[in-house]
């Protein structure tokens, strides 16, 4: 569900755990602002990338511009058997890896 709904305190845990950070949002969209050292994968390209995510054996924390793409992104990938959370948006994101 909306993970990132629930404040910071699971993303801060995923990031501890050295998760990967997908953001789902188009090229472009990334290419205007990223969280650091966020992977960008669009949402219509990740169900083709999921094995790839998973054979990398890490927690997953997906991110978009507002948290609703990145919820799709979320179920996509836990349905693919990955360990996986909702951070919402890049920004909210970002805000966690500057507080670690």
Not at 10 to 36: C, F, H, P, T, W
Not at 58 to 80: F, Y
């Amino acid at each position: 569900m909306f993970n990132f709904l629930f404040g910071n305190k699971k993303l801060s845990s995923y990031l501890k755990l050295g998760a990967i950070v997908i953001d789902v949002r188009s090229g472009a969209e990334y290419d205007m602002g990223s969280s650091l050292g966020a992977k960008n994968i669009p949402l219509n390209t990740l169900e083709s990338k999921a094995e790839e995510i998973k054979a990398t054996g890490k927690p997953v924390i997906t991110c978009c511009r507002s948290g609703a793409r990145s919820e799709q992104a979320r179920a996509i990938l836990h349905d693919a058997g990955l360990d996986v959370i909702n951070g919402g948006s890049w920004k909210a994101v970002e805000r966690a890896i500057n507080n670690l």
